[in-house]
């Protein structure tokens, strides 16, 4: 397996270091040719700062597309139209009509398109997703997220709900094993040029709920869950990967290792690529949760619940 990085920005130098550790780098790919120059020396692979360049003069097999939300869609598709597997960041395309396309393509060029959301790896997010699958402790109802952080003063393109709450719709909709019927928002701005804190209410069958509730505001790094069951709460956080359960006879804490989970996403992407696994994150899964985000903004610019038809 050969794989090119495009993008070897803040998060996809990440990407970088694992691809190498694993000995699947083949090349590096960024517009910013330091940077590329930079990568490509130090984990000695061929460096390229457009993708033309890096299609002409490169034989490989699968991406990593880690570049900004607005050239996700001409990137990936080039790449599909070149039968390559495609990995690109979230959110996949920032419309769901380029999603749409890209989910064609890669079917009719069968090869793998996958999006990175990274919670579906987070051990914490599995042992929930085992309680909830296995009903250990009841039923489901409601799911209620936390993501605070400083503003990302490089990201010009999208507002939180495109950039960060799109991890929160993702997991509920992984956790529930279902799409939601019903969005409504409210977002707004105070520093960024694009929304910079929103809540966002998920409806889904039964009564069931997703609360995601996201901002750029906070001065400090919070990334909590919790999900409210018939016979417990259980509350985790992303980073720390702990879980605690409490019910009605006490708490207990069942996990408090912490594993990389960009080690595990790039993992299943590479047996996918190779037919040894399902991949975890399937392209509708990505296109779905585009089309959650783009209802978010309409419901929060017309202050009104936008009903889904999601598959
Ligand atoms: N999964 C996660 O947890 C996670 C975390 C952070 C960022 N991301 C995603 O990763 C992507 C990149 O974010 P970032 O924070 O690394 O951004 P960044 O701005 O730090 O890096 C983007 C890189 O892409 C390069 N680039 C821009 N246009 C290009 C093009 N047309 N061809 C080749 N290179 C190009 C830039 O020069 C830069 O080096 C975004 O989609 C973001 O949502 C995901």
């Not at 960024?30 to 990568?39: G, M």
């Not at 959301?117 to 997703?129: D, G, H, T």
């Not at 939180?160 to 799109?166: F, G, H, L, M, R």
């Not at 980073?239 to 408090?256: H, L, M, S």
Request: glycine share 6%; aromatic share 8%; net charge neutral.
């Amino acid at each position: 397996m050969r794989i090119a990085q495009i993008g070897v920005g803040g998060f996809g130098k990440n990407h970088t270091r694992i691809l190498s550790q694993l000995g699947v780098l083949s090349a590096i790919c960024d517009a910013d040719l330091a940077k590329s120059k930079e990568f490509g020396t130090k984990y000695s692979v061929n460096h390229y700062s457009d993708i033309d360049s890096l299609l002409g003069s490169e034989q490989f097999d699968a991406a990593f597309v880690c570049t900004p939300t607005s050239t996700h869609f001409e990137i990936a598709k080039t790449l599909l139209q070149k039968k390559k597997n495609v990995f690109v960041e979230k959110p996949m395309t920032y419309l769901s009509r380029e999603g749409e396309e890209l989910l064609e393509l890669a079917k009719k060029n069968k090869v793998i398109l996958t999006s990175g959301y990274i919670e579906r790896f987070n051990p914490a997010v599995s042992l929930v997703k085992e309680y909830v699958k296995t009903k250990k402790y009841g039923e489901l109802i409601m799911l209620e997220f936390h993501r605070e952080n400083r503003m990302p003063l490089h990201i010009k393109d999208v507002g939180i709900i495109y950039d960060t709450s799109v991890h929160d719709i993702d997991t509920a909709m992984w956790l529930f094993d279902d799409v939601p019927e019903v969005v409504f928002v409210r977002s707004g701005r105070i520093r960024h040029e694009h929304e910079d804190f929103a809540t966002i209410m998920l409806g889904f069958r039964e009564n069931k709920v997703a609360i995601i509730s996201s901002n750029w505001i906070t001065p400090i790094k919070v990334r909590k869950f919790s999900a409210v069951c018939s016979d417990a709460i259980i509350s985790s956080d992303f980073i720390t990967q702990e879980v605690k359960i409490e019910t009605n006879t006490g708490a207990e804490i069942p996990r408090k290792d912490v594993e990389e989970p960009l080690l595990l996403e790039i993992k299943n992407f590479i047996a996918a690529s190779e037919g040894k696994e399902n991949i975890r994150v399937r392209p509708e899964d990505a296109l779905n949760t585009t089309k959650i985000a783009e209802a978010a903004l309409l419901s929060s610019h017309r202050g009104t619940p936008i009903y889904l038809d999601l598959k």
